[in-house]
């Protein structure tokens, strides 16, 4: 995998998971590879993020792990050392693009309007985050764009479902979508990850 676009193809869905302790992390990989789900995208918005990262990393080496809510260049920096095999960010400045790249890790850099988009695309980089997609627009937005710019392809994320992501998958110009409700918070509460393993298995059926 060596960039953006191959990232779009992993998985029709991207587990978006948010650790508030690091042990969970390599059961929360594991229950998701069960289900047939091979990459998840860990969350920087807790501080035991990076440490989760780094016991994917090296005890599950059967899904492809990555940083999302990359939004300093430190950040870029840091979820790489910690082993992170793409990143993934919410939005984009230059100085964060400039640092992600920099990491030579395949990235989804996040856009939320037609001109982010084609701020992207003008650097070369045709696969990126649609964020937050429900808000935006969702597939109305999505189909919307697709005329101008057929050529650039999303992982939309932010408010889709089960119920949901098919309409998104079912658009050209969508890879995969990305989403939290494979891992609810709930379900890592009571560690069960049989739970985890039974919402991967209907997420990757969906592909
Ligand atoms: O943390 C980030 O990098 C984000 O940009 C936000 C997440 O991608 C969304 O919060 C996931 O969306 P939900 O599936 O609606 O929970």
Known sequence: MSNGQELLELSPVVPVVVVDDAADAAPVARALLAGGIRVIELTLRTPAALEAIEQVASAVPGIVIGAGTVTTPEQAKQATDAGAKFLVTPGCTDRLLEAVSGT?????????????????????????????????????????????LPRLRFCPTGGITVGSAPSYLALPTVGCVGGSWLTPKDALAAKDFDRITALAKEAAALG
């Open 104 to 148: 030579g890790l395949p990235f989804l850099p996040g856009a939320g309007t037609v001109s982010e988009a084609m701020r992207l695309a003008e650097q070369g980089l045709t696969a990126m985050k649609f964020f937050p997609a429900e808000p935006s627009g969702g597939v109305a937005f999505l189909k919307a764009i697709a005329g101008p």
